[in-house]
């Protein structure tokens, strides 16, 4: 069975920064692609960040330079490192595995920034 689950999520002042988690389980291998969206209300989902098995990583205009994606396979984790935070970085995150043609989702996790 597929499980992500998220963390890290919670209210931080513009400016200030953040690390999300996500353990996964029950993907074929360890070292699949996983990636982080983000949606806030009223806005399409967006794909903030793509990590390869190996490490290879790319992030979304909108937030490189800012935000970096990482990864331990040995602990099945992805992270996500957010810096430099905006109000407009506001919204529910997840990550995101494929098993197979299916895609598979964790909860979220709520970032809030707001002074």
């Known amino acids: 069975q597929v499980q992500l689950v998220e963390s890290g999520g919670g209210l931080v002042q513009p400016g200030g920064s953040l690390r999300l988690s996500c353990v996964y389980s029950g993907f074929t291998s360890k070292n699949l692609r996983m990636n982080w969206y983000r949606q806030a209300p009223g806005k399409e989902r967006e794909l903030v960040a793509t990590?390869?098995?190996?490490?290879?990583?790319k992030t979304a205009n909108s937030v490189k330079g800012r935000f970096t994606i990482s990864r331990d396979n040995a602990k099945n984790t992805v992270y996500l490192e957010m810096n430099r935070l905006t109000p407009e970085d506001t919204a529910i995150y997840f990550c995101?595995?494929?098993?197979?043609?299916?895609?598979?989702w964790g909860q979220g996790t709520q970032v809030t920034v707001s002074s």
């Open positions: 995101n595995g494929y098993l197979g043609m299916d895609a598979y």
């Open positions: 990590i390869s098995g190996t490490g290879v990583s």
